[in-house]
C-alpha cells in the first residue's frame, strides 16, 4: 500500500506524527528507522510517533484495512533484525514512559512500555526495590522492549527473565481491543473461554491448541529443556502448555517480540536490592572446554552470576587506549576467563563463598589462577570487560568487520563442554 494520499489522510487523524512523504525530514526518519542495532536493513512504509492508546488504534485499524505490518518499537537496541521491516514502524518510546504506580508492600511496579530498565531502577532504589533482568544495554532498553525480546542479562541465573518477572500486561489486538493478560484461576481461565470477540477467540483457539495431544507431543519434543531458564524460543508455548502454574497469557506474550499485541502498560514483580559486599572471583583456564566444565561446578555454588569472557575478547583490550587498565586482575595468557560473582551481608561472608568454590576448583584440577577482586571500582573494571565485549569485537582493524546474525542463543549448562567442543 503507496497511496501517499491514505497516509496523508491517517496523518490528519492523530495526535502524534506520522513521517512517509518524500520531503528530506521524513526521508531522515525512515532512514533512520531502517536499521536496529544489527546488521539488518529495510526502509518501512512509514514511522509513527503515536501520543496515546486512540493514536495507537488508528493505527491498527489503518494498517489491518490496508494488509500491512505494524511493528512497535522503542530503543531500537535489537541485535538480529526484530525491529526492522517494511510496514509501519510504531515508535512508542516518546509518550509512554511514565511510571504509573508503585506498590512497596507487595513489591510491584505499574509502567508504561518506554520506561527505561535502569530509569526504572534510579526510582525503585529509595524504596529498596528493583527490576531484577538486565540487558548489557540497560541504560537505554526500554520496558517494551525487554517484553518483545524476553530479555534476562548478567544476574539472569537468581533475577530471572522478563517473562518470569511480568505479572500482567494491558495490550491492544489485532481488532483495537483492548484485553488484559494476567495469571487466571481454573474459573477465571473458563470465562476467558466464554467472551465474545477477539479476546476470546485467542483463548479457545489457544485452549484448542493445548488441548491437542498431538501438538503437546511436538511442544514437549521440540522445545528447549525445562532447566535452561535463560532463552528466548519464539513462542513459548512450552511455558503456556505447563499446568503446574497458573495460566498467564503474558508467558506467551513475553518474547514474541510485538507480533501478538501491542504493550500499553506492564505490571512487573519487583525484589529486594541484593546484598551490597559484593565479590568476582576470576577463574584462568588454558582451554575453552575446561572453562565450561568450571561453569558447572561454579553454578553449583549458586553465585549471583557466571560469565564467559574468552581470549578473543581479551585480546582485543590488549593496548586498548581505555580496556587496557581493566586488565589488571589477567594473570598470564589465558583462553578463557570465567567471572563468578557472589554477594553478601558482610565481606567476610562473602569471601568465604568465593573461596569455597576456589577450594573446589583446586581439588577438581580446573583453572590455573583465582584472582579476587572486591570493591566497586575493581569489579566494575572488571565487568566493563565483558559488557565491551561486542563492541571490542567490532573494532577490528581494516573494513571487514564481524557480523550479527543471532541474539541470545542458549545452551543449557552442563551440554556446554560438549557443545563448545
Known amino acids: 500500500m503507496k497511496d501517499q494520499n491514505q497516509l496523508a489522510l491517517l496523518a490528519s487523524q492523530l495526535k502524534g506524527e506520522l ?7 521524513d526521508q531522515t526518519m525512515l ?3 531502517s536499521t536496529d542495532a544489527s546488521v539488518y536493513q529495510e526502509k518501512p512504509l512509514a514511522v509513527a510517533i503515536p501520543v496515546d492508546i486512540d493514536d495507537i ?4 485499524d489503518f494498517a489491518q484495512q490496508h494488509r500491512i505490518t505494524i511493528i512497535p518499537r522503542t530503543a531500537g537496541t535489537s541485535l538480529a533484525g526484530q525491529v526492522v521491516g517494511h510496514g509501519i514502524i510504531m515508535d512508542i518510546s516518546r509518550y509512554f514512559n511514565g511510571i504509573i504506580e508503585l506498590n512497596v508492600e507487595e513489591q510491584w511496579v505499574r509502567v508504561q512500555p518506554g ?3 535502569d530509569d526504572l531502577n534510579n526510582y525503585l532504589k529509595p524504596f529498596g526495590l528493583m527490576f531484577g533482568p538486565e540487558t548489557s544495554t540497560a541504560s537505554r532498553a526500554m520496558i517494551g522492549g525487554m517484553i518483545g525480546n524476553n530479555s534476562s542479562g548478567l544476574h539472569s541465573i537468581v ?3 522478563t517473562r518470569h518477572n511480568l505479572i500482567s500486561a494491558q495490550v491492544l489486538l489485532d481488532d483495537c481491543s483492548e484485553a488484559t493478560f494476567e495469571k487466571l484461576d481454573e474459573a477465571s481461565y473458563f470465562n476467558k473461554l466464554l467472551l465474545p470477540g477477539r479476546e476470546g477467540d485467542i483463548y479457545r483457539n ?4 493445548l ?6 507431543s511436538a511442544i514437549e519434543a521440540g522445545y528447549p529443556k525445562r532447566s535452561i531458564t535463560r532463552r528466548n524460543t519464539g513462542y513459548a508455548l512450552d511455558i503456556l502448555s505447563d499446568r503446574s502454574e497458573p495460566f498467564n497469557m503474558c508467558n506467551l506474550l513475553a518474547g514474541s517480540e510485538g507480533t501478538l499485541a501491542i504493550v500499553t502498560e506492564a505490571k512487573l514483580k519487583l525484589m529486594p536490592l541484593p546484598p551490597q559486599e559484593l565479590g568476582l572471583l576470576c577463574v584462568h583456564f588454558a582451554d575453552m572446554v575446561e572453562c565450561m566444565h568450571g561453569n558447572v561446578i561454579a553454578l553449583e555454588h549458586r553465585p549471583e552470576a557466571s560469565e564467559l569472557v574468552d581470549k578473543y575478547i581479551m585480546d582485543f583490550t590488549v593496548g586498548h587506549p581505555t580496556y587496557q587498565y581493566n586488565r589488571f586482575f589477567i594473570d598470564g595468557d589465558p583462553q578463557a576467563l570465567l567471572i563468578v560473582e557472589f554477594r553478601g551481608h558482610t565481606a567476610a561472608e562473602t569471601e568465604a563463598k568465593a573461596m569455597a568454590l576456589k577450594a573446589d576448583l583446586v581439588s577438581r584440577g580446573l583453572g590455573y589462577a583465582y584472582p579476587y577482586i572486591t570493591g566497586i571500582e575493581k569489579t566494575n573494571l572488571v565487568w566493563d570487560v565483558r559488557k565491551a565485549g561486542l563492541g571490542l569485537i567490532r573494532n577490528l582493524p581494516g573494513d571487514s568487520q564481524p557480523v550479527n546474525l543471532i541474539e541470545d542463543c542458549a545452551v543449557s549448562p552442563e551440554d556446554l563442554p ?3 567442543a
Open 211 to 216: 488441548i491437542d495431544p498431538g501438538h503437546l
Open 31 to 33: 532512514l533512520a528507522y
Open 115 to 117: 520506561v527505561i530498565r
Open 418 to 420: 560438549a557443545y563448545v
Open 19 to 25: 513521517f512517509y512523504t518524500s520531503e528530506t525530514k
Open 57 to 60: 488504534k488508528k493505527l491498527i
Open 159 to 161: 533475577w530471572g527473565d
Open 206 to 209: 489457544i485452549n484448542k491448541l
